[in-house]
C-alpha cells in the first residue's frame, strides 16, 4: 500500500513564487521515479519534472529555468515554483513509480492533485 500526500498549492499573483511537496508513505521496495505532472482544463495532462533514483532530473521545456526539483528524502519530493505564469495555471499531480516487493512489477501512484492558480 502507497499513500501519497500533496501539499503547497494555492494562489499566486504572476512573478510569484510556490513550493509543492509530496511524501510518499507505505510498504515501497523501490521506488523508480518521483515527479510531478499537471493538467489545465480542456488540456492533456503533461509532465512537468521527474527525478529518478539516481538523481537525474528532466523538465517540460516550458519550466526550465523557472521551476527546480529535488529530493529531500528517498520518499520525499518538492517542486519549487519561481516565475510563475498565467499559463501554469492547472492542477499539480504527484507521481510515482514503485515496486511493492521483489516479485511484483513497478506501479504508478498518483496524488489526488492541488491546485496552482496564477492570476492578478
Known amino acids: 500500500q502507497v499513500q501519497l500526500v500533496e501539499s503547497g498549492g494555492g494562489l499566486v499573483q504572476p512573478g510569484g513564487s510556490l513550493r509543492l511537496s509530496c511524501a510518499a508513505s507505505?510498504?515501497?521496495?523501490?521506488?523508480?521515479?518521483m515527479g510531478w505532472y499537471r493538467q489545465a482544463p480542456g488540456k492533456e495532462r503533461e509532465l512537468v519534472a521527474i527525478?529518478?533514483?539516481?538523481?537525474?532530473t528532466n523538465y517540460a521545456d516550458s519550466v526550465k529555468g523557472r521551476f527546480t526539483i529535488s529530493r529531500e528524502s528517498a520518499k520525499t519530493v518538492y517542486l519549487q515554483m519561481d516565475s510563475l505564469k498565467p499559463e501554469d495555471t492547472a492542477v499539480y499531480y504527484c507521481?510515482?513509480?514503485?515496486?511493492?516487493?521483489?516479485?511484483?512489477?513497478?506501479?504508478?501512484?498518483w496524488g489526488k492533485g492541488i491546485l496552482v492558480t496564477v492570476s492578478s
Open positions: 507521481n510515482i513509480k514503485t515496486r511493492l516487493n521483489a516479485v511484483l512489477n513497478a506501479v504508478v501512484y
Open positions: 507505505g510498504t515501497i521496495f523501490s521506488i523508480n521515479y
Open positions: 527525478v529518478t533514483s539516481g538523481g537525474s
